[in-house]
């Protein structure tokens, strides 16, 4: 089961279903299984009050992805600052749908067990974003 919660942001305009059935494609694309994923889209002042209490870092982020995923099910929360995913937008010059949609598809290719911090990791990071995000434009015509 897929969540989404808000705290302290008016919820984004995403269509929940559409996403929800984006995101089962893209684990599966992994093998992977949806569990309990739960989604909080917030502002820059939650996020970095996450990230110092729980990560001991001191600076804003547009995702933290807390893993609870066990063998082929994915569980885990995903705390996504809408302020941060906008600026990012801006200053990447791409559309904030697609940024929002990045981010969201981000945090489950970390469950999945893609990492972004090693050499190297990035590229592929980014790379199974834009592969998991033309799964997004494929319809589901049922």
Request: charged share 30%; net charge negative.
């Amino acid at each position: 089961m897929i969540t989404y919660s808000t705290e302290n942001v008016r919820f984004p305009q995403i269509k929940r279903r559409e996403t929800t059935a984006w995101i089962r494609r893209v684990a599966a694309t992994y093998g992977k299984k949806i569990g309990e994923v739960g989604y909080l889209f917030c502002d820059d002042t939650h996020i970095l009050e996450v990230n110092r209490e729980y990560l001991g870092h001191d600076y804003y982020t547009d995702i933290i992805t807390f893993d609870y995923s066990e063998d082929d099910m994915l569980n885990g929360d995903l705390v996504i600052s809408l302020d941060t995913v906008r600026s990012n937008a801006e200053l990447f010059h791409k559309d904030y749908d697609e940024e929002l949609h990045r981010v969201i598809i981000h945090g489950i290719l970390h469950l999945c067990g893609q990492n972004d911090k090693g050499p190297g990791e990035r590229e592929q990071m980014e790379a199974a974003e834009n592969r998991a995000l033309t799964l997004r434009t494929l319809k589901v015509s049922q």
